[in-house]
């Protein structure tokens, strides 16, 4: 399993592509000439870039749904939907389809977030909103999500 760190803020080129910037493709040499998946995010309006060996354990899960129940057919469907692989040209940069683009309302100026295994692909006006939304109580959140969680400590 591949660990990113960081956020990047970069400029999309009249054609639609993101260089890649040097402190996120150090972190990708490993996994870089495997490819990438990208795909829409289920709870945002944002981009998710996969390392394709990541891809492969996301989408093991995913195999396993019993294909004769209708919901899990048609979250299949809907969560496939848009799928690209992706590869980083020579000149260090990814190209994202027009579909995407629309999807996730990418104007010119966007942000490379990681989240642990994948990165998310922000329009940069639409992550700031996310991430300073009045609305979640982040400490609260982190209580709720990460406070039954045992410590390295008390393990």
């Given at each position: ?73 048609d ?44 990165i998310?692909?922000?329009?940069k006006d ?9 609305e ?13 969680i ?6």
């Amino acid at each position: 399993m591949i660990n990113i760190i960081g956020s990047y803020e970069c400029k999309v080129d009249s054609k639609g592509r993101i260089p890649i910037p040097t402190g996120l493709k150090k972190q990708l040499s490993t996994v870089d000439s495997e490819g990438f998946v990208l795909k829409r995010s289920v709870f945002h309006n944002c981009l998710e870039l996969y390392p394709i060996s990541e891809w492969n354990i996301e989408i093991s899960g995913v195999n396993k749904l019993n294909r004769f129940v209708k919901k899990n057919n048609d979250f299949i469907r809907m969560f496939m939907a848009g799928v690209k692989t992706i590869t980083i040209d020579n000149a260090g940069r990814i190209q994202i389809p027009k579909d995407l683009v629309k999807f996730s309302s990418i104007n010119k100026e966007v942000v490379l977030s990681s989240s642990v295994n994948r990165i998310e692909i922000w329009d940069k006006d639409l992550y700031e909103k996310t991430i300073t939304n009045p609305e979640v109580d982040f400490a609260q959140l982190a209580e709720e999500v990460m406070g039954s969680i045992p410590t390295p400590e008390s393990e």
